[in-house]
Nanobody
Framework: QVQLVESGGDLVQAGGSLRLSCAAS????????MAWYRQAPGKQRELVAT???????NYAASVKGRFTISRDNAKNTVYLQMNSLKPEDTAVYYC??????????????WGQGTQVTVSS
């Protein structure tokens, strides 16, 4: 019914940059908040950034000033531009999207995850 496909993860040296993409497809009326999470080995999944339908953004303190979340509503896609990457940014990154199917009909969906590895 609805699928989120992520891409953009890679191996990069400290100080480098990557851009992650997450595209939603299926029976979608509109999309509310979109978000990026990450999970490092042995750690809990943590919220990295969010962006509302109107474009308001919030970031975890650890990435503020380095990462930028954005969205393209025409493409049902959310992006995460990651600059000045650090080894501690190494994790599997997941997108999460609140999708509107109709009046009072909502669903939350996860992407499959994309690996980001930052070498020191």
């Amino acid at each position: 019914q609805v699928q989120l496909v992520e891409s953009g993860g890679d191996l990069v040296q400290a100080g480098g940059s990557l851009r992650l993409s997450c595209a939603a497809s299926g029976s979608i009326s509109s999309i509310n908040t979109m978000a990026w999470y990450r999970q490092a080995p042995g750690k809990q999944r943590e919220l990295v950034a969010t962006i509302t339908r109107g474009g308001s953004t919030n970031y975890a303190a650890s990435v503020k000033g380095r990462f930028t979340i954005s969205r393209d509503n025409a493409k049902n896609t959310v992006y995460l531009q990651m600059n000045s990457l650090k080894p501690e940014d190494t994790a599997v990154y997941y997108c999460n999207v609140e999708i509107v199917f109709g009046i009072k009909q909502y669903g939350y969906y996860w992407g499959q995850g994309t690996q980001v590895t930052v070498s020191s």
